[in-house]
């Protein structure tokens, strides 16, 4: 500041001040993360695209929605198999419910009632009229060899066995298990019966073989008739346990049998 005389007056003389140049006025400038939002890395090189980029320039990676095309077809692959395993445990789930549902009994309403039992009916087995028949027929059979058990065993008991006697037995017995082996033919057609069929079968057929071998003797042979009539009663101890299968047979059916008992097979 100098001294100058200004009016005739003197005083402090001002320096005049300097004017700056304002920076020139650019474009607007862009907020803070708006390019980010634009932009993204490559997964593969790292390079910055911009969104919306099928195609890296760098490393020709193709790109779905910023994702590399095989890393995009593993993520949908899985979600399909996760949909489909969603979507058959929902219908398992489902069907067992359903079932559930469907097969538990009503409980009763009543206090203290216990929970109802399903009654299921057993089917009762069919059987033919022939077999229907020879069911009858066998165990009117049966009981007839059973008396000639009694029979035998009464003729043995005598000191001096009768042997014309114990010969018109064999040969009754004889003819019976020839009857007896038509009977089981029959039976066997029945399924349920077929085991015991063959059974009788073989019992029927045992009978017929020991009396034509005790009838093979001479008539005065008393010895021959007394072991003939003893060998008899062996075999015919097999009919009281299949005659017991051929009732149980017959029951369930609803075929009624003819009692026999001893009394009865003592008639005959």
Known sequence: ??????????????????????????????????????????????????????????????????????????????????????????????????????????????????????????????????????LGQAAALDARLEGAIFSLRLALKDKHLDSASVADQLRSLAADSAFGDDLASRLGAWDQAYALSLDLSNLYGSIRSTAREGLAASITNEPAYRAAAQKMLAVLAGIAPLDKRLRDLALSVNVRLPDSSPSDAAAH
């Open 1 to 134: 500041m100098t001294a100058e005389t200004v009016g005739g007056r003197s005083g402090p003389r001002k320096t005049p001040r300097r004017v700056r140049s304002r920076p020139p006025v650019g474009p607007e400038s862009i907020s803070i993360g708006e390019t980010d939002a634009n932009i993204f890395n490559c997964p593969i090189c790292s390079r910055p695209l911009a969104t919306g980029v099928n195609r890296c320039p760098t490393c020709g990676t193709r790109l779905i929605l910023s994702t590399p095309v095989r890393r995009a077809g593993v993520f949908a692959a899985a979600g399909l198999i996760l949909g489909l395993l969603l979507a058959w445990s929902v219908s398992a789930v489902a069907g067992a419910l359903t079932a559930t549902r469907a097969t538990a009994p009503h409980a009763s309403l009543a206090p203290g009632a216990s929970a109802p039992v399903a009654a299921v009916p057993t089917p009762v087995p069919t059987i033919g009229a022939a077999s229907r028949s020879a």
